[in-house]
């Protein structure tokens, strides 16, 4: 497997590449400045500091290594933020004076680099191998003068972390300094062990808010009751531009001619496939959209649709197919067979060497195998000395001496685990002995036992997916333009019903904000270019424009609305109902009737008294609710005296505090809860700090006109 593949197979690792605190941007920042610029290599600025093209682009490539599979808006999204983070934290590091050495660099390398997650670079403990990695960069500057796709996009991965681990090293320095002042103080920590052990009983009454607006007539709450709170409020409610748009999309399928011609080509390669004899693999290759599988799997590895054609078809030479499931055809046939066992204990003899993974050994790799070719030779002759060996020889220090070689029982997977020696296979009895090469190094590996046999199963697969043809393309392609054309100047209603009649997907009356990046129940990767479109300078109502995916459907946009000024009544009304609905609670409760005992308070409500409730200062819990300003009056009210109504989180409280008690001792050690708080602590601050910066930065966005 290829360096590059390692990488990949860790696709997590991309995570640490992203920033140093990911967290910063929980909120997208929605102050950035949308403007043109003149020099179309600049795409942003952040406080004056170029953010150019070629970074930009440079940062999209290296993160798409990783995340192949994810949409390229998603991606630029992403990158744009890891740039503006980046410039954000290297300014305020650098006006402090904040600067990266060689040691830091190297230490960085070791610690923050995506290269610091690689086996091939890691020691017998797990850390990262500088020496290792070092030999790694040697190689690949002597392999570069003969660069191959492969070599060449290595080298310019290096590159990439080089140039960039400086960066971090800084805005890493920064982030420390900030946080070495934030700690607890014993007084802190103390006071918060004494609120876990303090506590008091209560007896409460409770009443839900429902019981309270049926019973007091709170509904129907009336527009102009709403309009009356937001000119009370104004300050709660700033103005947003927003656009409302409507789609119709376009989705490309094939023709039934497609169709026809596609199954009649299935057929033939169905016969085909069937009389191959010894020739699947080749026909797989030539014809499938997936590789060859060489694997052998049991039956419970295999698909349920798969499992169910063994049951009934287990000759070799057995077709399976064609079936069809939204446009993607399948044909297997089932190749070999064999019989194998699905758990083996083995033992082994570990010969390392310098090249190896996990490896401290100084030897050659020609040496290892030297060793290990003359240990097998004698070992299968002298197959009673193994125990001895592995003792006396085997590299594996920690398998050796507790274990005696031992690697357990080992479950087969659908492929072989060690090397080129076939454990599995019910060839290989017990006590076989055989000589097999890993990234470890060499192992001479002895079958201590076997268990559980068991069929195995290869299957060649034939898989090809049903694309519209060109001519089809071109036909759909003049049907949407038509459409288009016809019902570009209808009005929203005709051009729904219009698209409803011939069938298309419809998406009616979508909001959207000029800083957001995707479209609710659209997202596509043109989301961003559609929203830029609706916000353009001469845009207005009724405008249409149509835009193609890169798999050629079609999506049709009508401007519906276009909002400058205020937030519209709906989209607030069901925020603003339960701030007018304790209003009038609170003026309900206001009433001298509410100043009477717990126990009339209760008839009056026709509510159980609930009795000697054990409450927690830290917690905040009352029975399965969570309600501080109840817990906090317990605390503060007087004793055997019934309080004044309170608004929980759920309904209205009454409560009369009996007892209040601690059960805190004076601990040996408080370090534990200090830490706990810091760790809170800094965990707080590093989310305030992420926002406060970005809103005080002057951002300057010019994607649009890339």
Known sequence: MSFLEKIRKNTWLIFLFISIFLIFFILDPSILLKCFSKNSNIIGKVNNDHISLKEYIESFQFLKKFRESEPDYLLKNDVWKLLVHEKVLN???????????????????????????????????????????????????????????????????????????????????????????????????????????????????????????????????????????????????????????????????????????????????????????????????????????????LKKQLPPILQFFVEKNNKIGSMFGPIKDNNIYVIGKLTRKKKLFDSVLSSHILISHKEAIHSFNKRTKKEAEKIAKNLYNFVKKNPDQFNYLVKKKSDDFINAKKNNGSLGWIKYEGK???????????????????????????????????????????????????????????????????????????????????????????????????????????????????????????????????????????????????????????????????????????????????????????FYFSKKINKYCKINFYNLMIDDKKEPKVVGSAFSSNLYKTSKPILGKKGIFFIKPLKRFSIYKKPDSISSEIESLNTLLRKNTLEKLGDVLIEKSVIKDYRKNI
């Open 91 to 297: 300014q305020q590091a650098i006006k402090l004076g904040i600067k990266s050495t060689k040691k830091d660099f190297w230490k960085a390398i070791k610690k923050q680099s995506i290269y610091s997650h690689i086996t091939d670079f890691q020691d017998i403990k797990g850390d990262m191998d500088i020496e290792k990695f070092k030999l790694y960069l040697k190689k690949l500057n002597k392999k570069y003068v003969n660069k191959t796709p492969e070599i060449k996009e290595e080298k310019n991965m290096w590159l990439y972390e080089k140039n960039n681990i400086k960066k971090r090293i800084i805005a890493k320095k920064y982030i420390e300094m900030l946080m070495y002042g934030l700690n607890t103080s014993l007084i802190e920590a103390k006071l918060n062990q004494i609120n876990k052990n303090l506590f008091s009983i209560i007896d409460y009454v409770f009443i839900p808010y429902s019981e309270i607006e049926k019973k007091y007539n709170i509904y129907p709450i009336k527009n102009i009751d709403i309009f009356n709170w937001i000119n009370k409020n104004k300050f709660l409610y700033k103005k947003i531009n927003l656009r409302n748009l409507s789609f119709i999309i376009f989705n490309s399928s094939p023709s039934l001619d497609d169709e026809k011609k596609m199954n009649n080509k299935i057929k033939k390669l169905f016969k085909e496939f069937k009389n191959s004899n010894d020739h699947d693999s080749i026909i797989v290759s030539n014809q499938s959209e997936k590789p060859f599988d060489y694997n052998f799997y």
């Open 416 to 602: 072989n685990l060690i090397g080129s020696f076939d454990i599995f296979s019910s060839e290989n009895k017990k006590g076989k002995i055989g000589l097999t090469e890993t990234k470890f190094g060499y192992h001479i590996i002895r079958i201590d036992e076997k268990k559980n046999p068991k069929i195995a199963y290869q299957f060649a697969m034939i898989i090809k997916t049903l694309i519209p043809s060109k001519k089809t393309k071109n036909i759909f392609h003049e049907k949407v333009m038509s459409f288009f054309k016809n019902n570009k100047n209808s009005n929203l209603n005709t051009l729904i019903n219009n698209a409803r009649k011939n069938k298309y997907e419809t998406i009616f009356l979508e909001e959207v904000k000029n800083n957001q990046s995707i479209i609710n129940g659209l997202n596509t990767e043109l989301d961003k270019k559609i929203i830029n479109w609706s916000f353009e300078k001469n845009r207005k109502i009724g405008d249409t424009n149509i835009f193609h995916t890169s798999n050629k459907d079609y999506i049709m946009v009508y401007l519906s609305k276009i909002q400058k000024n205020g937030i519209p009544i709906e989209k607030i009304k069901n925020e603003i109902i339960p701030l007018i609905v304790d209003n009038k609670i609170n003026k309900i409760l206001s009433n001298s009737f509410f100043k009477k005992s717990l126990e009339e308070i209760a």
